[in-house]
């Protein structure tokens, strides 16, 4: 073709050219808004299909005397009914310690604990039968609580304790010591789809999975060990979840491997789809903390020494409990510098659900204590918190001495001093706080907060082998492309941001790329999309692969056009060579017809991380992600209601790969993590049941929680890591924005003593919890 033509693009516009860092719309988009997006559920049931439901236990802690199952088998259409004495092989789902039974052998250890599994004709002939079983039980004491798992030394892992400096001496030298504690709840996933597992037996022991899971890797070796299979037997699919948190990490083994056994054993296709009440009582959640803390600060509110334990409740059985906990540990700095600190988490052994990952996967947990701390400090010394923050943060890259973390990773990103600065001007909040104080004067019963709460969010899994992800690429000779990678989708846009690297790469539109179901027959050895790693490590297998791929091309068409292979460029969809502009389908086809391979694969590790689980020291992260928010509330302190006002928020996402995905994803972190802090509130009553178990009873954020201001911008900031294009993981690290929705609504209520205590308010900050900490403030104004 001519270069002449002014229909093709210039060689000057080509350099100019990018598919990365531009807005496109989720690639499900449309599907979702249609209803036509398959989810697991959704996939054409093939002929011979059964449903499963669990037997679940009703008892926190108990032995099994007996089971009897023939009410059970006696239903309409029950098929079968299973214990695990039917288990071909290996009867522990735990992800990384084997104390995890699928079903229960000869105790129970929680109410909703799986006992036996009843496969019938229909979903809500098993689910019915399901309640039908007579099970005798010899109860045993349950532990309800962390703190009483404390005392009775019942831990799911050893105790973990991270030292720097000398923390007592430093105490000693302290002008001001404080001493508190502090409640922070867990919470629900509620993803809107549920879990999910079809089952499909194949030919020669084989057995096909759809499963709604962050990490097909490890149900294939779930369902591999249960079945007594090799893992070449087994392969697990997941096209998209309908949301996950963590939720589908570890805890969708379960389900995978309830489902592959009966299918199994009747060589027929079996679904297992829990309901509502029946997922909330089987699964885990986000672990609650209790803390109790020290802290020693000078007149400039500076943190002279920091002494913390922290308490989670792990449930039955350890989980990812020891890994949320070492999260929590290296957060608990947050964007602080702590020169002496003496931190210890706990993993309670309790009677209750098995405690999984949730978004923020202990850093949240981790870093709200430090803002409860600081908050306190400000009160106490009658300052702007803001100003004790800024007197705390890390040094800036360019200062030594206070920008190595109590791990011993040197912090080389550090941009909250600009970001913080930016937000402090943009949003207005000195006069706001001026404002407010006015009008909390004048008004003796709504009162006002605000708050201004930084973030500092280490990116990558703490293990490090799991920092790693592989990729496929393919070309057709249409010139459209396939990719296939190890990430999952959950409704974050990690397909639509590796796709566009790969088009990006290629030099193509996004629309002439696609990508396929995640499937371990296809990328092996996944890691779980999670950690906020996702877009990280496969946007950069799948760059590896298309970069290959695109190296083919140029040496192909520098030979067939007779120029240099740096006079060869890609851009939207067409090939400049030299002085030849042709098409990209038109180059792949000849490619093709000269016999060049036209697909790769691609893998990527992330290169620098080290972690030391004896000393608790290494560098566990490629990088740290940064934010800040600020949140205006108002409280009614006659009825504990209260209103988000305002919300300001700017996000350093690096050079973002989509600024619309990123910004939805704060925008939904925001909100998600003001539920945790404010309104999802889980309750067990006295015999160890989980009593929040249904929407009814469980009240996550609505669209009406939104405040009208809502303004979320992203920070211009470009990685200083090598990661893909620059860009910055933005899955968990906006969770921990609305720390300031809590501290905002904590200072509305300070308000009622003037501000001269620290209430003692309790996350989530339910209406009973803000009527709690206002009556503490009106004793300590007005002593009985």
Same mark, same amino acid.
């Given at each position: 073709?001519? $270069?002449?033509?002014?229909?093709?693009?210039?060689?000057?516009?080509?350099?100019?050219?990018?598919?990365?860092?531009?807005?496109?719309?989720?690639?499900?988009?449309?599907?979702?808004?249609?209803?036509?997006?398959?989810?697991?559920?959704?996939?054409?049931?093939?002929?011979?299909?059964?449903?499963a439901?669990?037997?679940? $236990?009703?008892?926190?802690h108990?032995?099994?005397?007996?089971?009897?199952?023939? !009410?059970?088998?006696?239903?309409?259409?029950v098929?079968?009914?299973?214990?695990?004495?039917?288990i071909?092989?290996?009867?522990?789902?735990?992800?990384?310690?084997?104390?995890?039974?699928?079903?229960?052998?000869?105790?129970?250890?929680?109410?909703?604990?799986? /006992?036996?599994i009843?496969?019938?004709?229909?979903?809500?002939?098993?689910?019915?039968?399901?309640r039908?079983?007579?099970?005798?039980?010899?109860?045993?004491?349950?532990?309800?609580?962390?703190?009483?798992?404390?005392?009775?030394?019942?831990?799911? %892992?050893?105790?973990?304790?991270?030292?720097?400096?000398?923390?007592? &001496?430093?105490?000693?030298?302290?002008?001001?010591?404080?001493?508190?504690?502090?409640?922070?709840?867990?919470?629900?996933?509620?993803?809107?789809?549920?879990?999910?597992?079809?089952?499909?037996?194949k030919?020669g022991?084989?057995m096909?999975?759809?499963?709604?899971?962050?990490?097909?890797?490890?149900?294939?070796?779930?369902?591999?060990?249960?079945?007594?299979?090799?893992?070449?037997?087994?392969?697990?699919?997941?096209?998209?979840?309908?949301?996950a948190?963590?939720?589908?990490? $570890?805890?969708?083994?379960?389900?995978?491997?309830?489902?592959a056994?009966?299918?199994?054993?009747?060589?027929?296709?079996?679904k297992?789809?829990?309901?509502?009440?029946?997922?909330?009582?089987?699964?885990g959640?986000r672990?609650?903390?209790?803390?109790?803390?020290?802290?020693?600060?000078?007149?400039?509110?500076?943190?002279?020494?920091?002494?913390?334990?922290?308490?989670?409740?792990a449930?039955? $059985?350890?989980?990812?409990?020891?890994?949320?906990?070492?999260?929590?540990?290296?957060?608990?700095?947050?964007?602080?510098?702590?020169?002496?600190?003496?931190?210890?988490?706990m993993?309670?052994?309790?009677?209750?659900?098995?405690?999984?990952?949730?978004?923020?996967?202990?850093? !949240?947990?981790?870093?709200?204590a430090?803002?409860?701390?600081?908050?306190?400090i400000?009160?106490?010394?009658?300052m702007?918190?803001?100003?004790v923050?800024?007197?705390?943060?890390?040094?800036?890259?360019?200062?030594?001495?206070?920008?190595?973390?109590?791990y011993?990773?040197?912090?080389?990103d550090? /941009?909250?001093?600009?970001?913080?600065? &930016?937000?402090?001007e943009?949003?207005?909040?000195?006069?706001?706080?001026?404002?407010?104080?006015?009008?909390?004067?004048?008004? !003796?019963?709504?009162k006002?907060?605000?708050?201004? #709460?930084?973030v500092?969010?280490?990116?990558?899994?703490?293990?490090?082998?799991?920092?790693?992800a592989?990729?496929?690429?393919?070309?057709?000779?249409?010139?459209?492309?396939l /990719?296939?990678?190890?990430?999952?989708?959950?409704?974050? +846009?990690?397909?639509?941001k590796?796709c566009?690297?790969?088009?990006?790469?290629?030099g193509?539109?996004?629309?002439?790329?696609?990508?396929?179901?995640?499937?371990?027959s296809?990328?092996?050895?996944?890691?779980?999309?999670a950690?906020?790693?996702?877009?990280? =490590?496969?946007?950069?297998?799948?760059?590896?692969a298309?970069?290959?791929?695109?190296?083919?091309?140029?040496n192909?068409?520098?030979?067939?056009?007779g120029? +240099?292979?740096?006079?060869?460029?890609?851009?939207?969809?067409?090939?400049?060579?030299?002085e030849?502009?042709? #098409?990209?389908?038109? =180059?792949? &086809?000849?490619?093709?017809?000269?016999?060049?391979?036209?697909?790769?694969?691609?893998?990527?590790?992330?290169?620098?991380?080290?972690?030391?689980r004896?000393?608790? #020291?290494?560098?566990?992260?490629?990088?740290?992600?940064?934010?800040?928010?600020?949140?205006?509330? %108002?409280?009614?302190?006659?009825?504990?209601?209260?209103?988000? =006002?305002?919300?300001?928020?700017?996000?350093?996402?690096?050079?973002?790969?989509?600024?619309?995905?990123?910004?939805?994803?704060?925008? +939904?972190?925001? /909100?998600?993590?003001?539920?945790?802090?404010?309104?999802?509130?889980?309750w067990?009553?006295?015999?160890?049941?989980?009593?929040?178990?249904?929407?009814?009873?469980?009240?996550?954020?609505?669209?009406?929680?939104?405040?009208?201001?809502?303004?979320?911008?992203?920070?211009?900031?470009?990685?200083?890591?090598?990661?893909?294009?620059?860009?910055?993981?933005?899955?968990?690290?906006?969770?921990?924005?609305?720390?300031?929705?809590? =501290?905002?609504?904590?200072?509305?209520?300070?308000?009622?003593?003037e501000?001269?205590f620290?209430?003692?308010?309790?996350?989530?900050?339910?209406?009973?919890?803000i009527?709690?900490?206002?009556?503490?403030?009106?004793?300590?104004?007005? !002593?009985?």
């Amino acid at each position: 073709m001519n $270069s002449k033509n002014e229909a093709f693009m210039t060689a000057g516009a080509a350099q100019g050219w990018a598919e990365v860092g531009r807005n496109h719309p989720h690639e499900s988009a449309i599907l979702h808004v249609l209803g036509e997006a398959t989810y697991t559920d959704d996939i054409p049931e093939a002929q011979g299909t059964l449903h499963a439901a669990l037997g679940l $236990s009703t008892v926190a802690h108990a032995r099994i005397v007996s089971i009897d199952l023939a !009410p059970v088998l006696s239903m309409p259409g029950v098929v079968a009914a299973y214990t695990h004495k039917d288990i071909p092989g290996t009867n522990d789902c735990g992800p990384i310690i084997h104390d995890d039974p699928i079903l229960a052998v000869d105790k129970v250890e929680y109410v909703g604990q799986p /006992v036996f599994i009843v496969v019938a004709a229909t979903h809500d002939q098993a689910r019915h039968a399901a309640r039908k079983a007579v099970i005798g039980y010899e109860e045993l004491p349950a532990v309800l609580t962390p703190e009483a798992a404390r005392d009775a030394a019942s831990f799911v %892992v050893p105790p973990m304790r991270l030292t720097r400096g000398d923390a007592e &001496q430093a105490f000693a030298n302290s002008k001001h010591v404080l001493t508190g504690k502090l409640k922070v709840g867990g919470q629900e996933q509620f993803y809107l789809e549920g879990q999910i597992s079809y089952a499909l037996p194949k030919e020669g022991n084989g057995m096909h999975v759809y499963c709604s899971t962050q990490h097909p890797t490890e149900m294939q070796h779930v369902v591999a060990h249960a079945l007594h299979y090799p893992s070449h037997a087994v392969v697990i699919e997941c096209r998209r979840m309908g949301g996950a948190f963590g939720g589908k990490e $570890s805890q969708s083994a379960l389900w995978a491997a309830c489902a592959a056994i009966c299918a199994a054993a009747l060589k027929r296709p079996v679904k297992l789809r829990a309901d509502r009440d029946d997922d909330m009582m089987v699964t885990g959640k986000r672990h609650c903390f209790h803390y109790e803390y020290q802290v020693g600060y000078d007149e400039r509110g500076l943190i002279t020494a920091a002494k913390v334990e922290m308490l989670s409740r792990a449930g039955f $059985s350890a989980d990812l409990s020891a890994p949320v906990a070492t999260r929590a540990i290296c957060h608990f700095d947050n964007t602080y510098y702590l020169s002496d600190v003496d931190i210890r988490a706990m993993a309670c052994k309790t009677n209750s659900q098995s405690n999984t990952a949730f978004r923020g996967f202990g850093g !949240p947990q981790g870093a709200i204590a430090i803002e409860y701390i600081v908050d306190e400090i400000a009160r106490n010394l009658g300052m702007d918190a803001l100003d004790v923050r800024r007197v705390n943060f890390y040094g800036r890259n360019d200062e030594e001495g206070r920008n190595v973390t109590q791990y011993g990773q040197k912090v080389v990103d550090n /941009v909250i001093h600009e970001l913080v600065a &930016q937000l402090e001007e943009s949003s207005s909040y000195r006069a706001r706080r001026a404002a407010i104080e006015a009008f909390n004067a004048g008004s !003796p019963v709504l009162k006002k907060g605000l708050a201004l #709460t930084p973030v500092k969010f280490g990116i990558a899994f703490n293990v490090t082998h799991f920092n790693q992800a592989g990729a496929l690429v393919h070309i057709y000779t249409d010139g459209t492309v396939l /990719v296939n990678h190890g990430g999952t989708e959950m409704g974050q +846009g990690i397909n639509t941001k590796v796709c566009q690297v790969v088009a990006h790469e290629l030099g193509i539109p996004l629309v002439r790329v696609r990508a396929s179901a995640t499937d371990t027959s296809k990328v092996a050895n996944t890691s779980a999309t999670a950690a906020s790693t996702g877009a990280d =490590l496969n946007g950069k297998a799948a760059q590896d692969a298309a970069a290959t791929l695109s190296n083919r091309l140029r040496n192909f068409a520098a030979k067939t056009y007779g120029c +240099g292979v740096a006079d060869v460029q890609f851009a939207d969809g067409m090939v400049h060579a030299g002085e030849i502009i042709t #098409t990209f389908p038109d =180059l792949v &086809q000849k490619a093709y017809l000269a016999r060049v391979q036209l697909w790769s694969d691609g893998f990527y590790a992330t290169p620098g991380l080290s972690w030391d689980r004896e000393t608790m #020291t290494g560098n566990p992260f490629g990088y740290y992600a940064y934010g800040a928010s600020v949140s205006e509330v %108002v409280v009614d302190t006659l009825t504990g209601e209260w209103k988000l =006002l305002k919300v300001d928020a700017l996000y350093d996402a690096g050079n973002s790969l989509n600024p619309a995905l990123d910004v939805g994803q704060v925008e +939904g972190a925001f /909100v998600q993590g003001m539920g945790w802090l404010t309104t999802e509130e889980l309750w067990w009553n006295k015999a160890g049941k989980l009593m929040t178990h249904a929407p009814s009873t469980y009240k996550i954020p609505g669209v009406s929680d939104c405040p009208d201001h809502f303004n979320v911008q992203l920070f211009k900031n470009r990685n200083v890591f090598d990661s893909i294009h620059r860009s910055k993981a933005v899955g968990e690290p906006p969770l921990l924005l609305p720390f300031s929705v809590f =501290l905002a609504i904590r200072d509305a209520v300070s308000a009622v003593g003037e501000h001269r205590f620290n209430p003692p308010l309790r996350a989530p900050a339910t209406s009973e919890a803000i009527l709690d900490a206002v009556e503490a403030v009106r004793e300590l104004v007005e !002593p009985a």
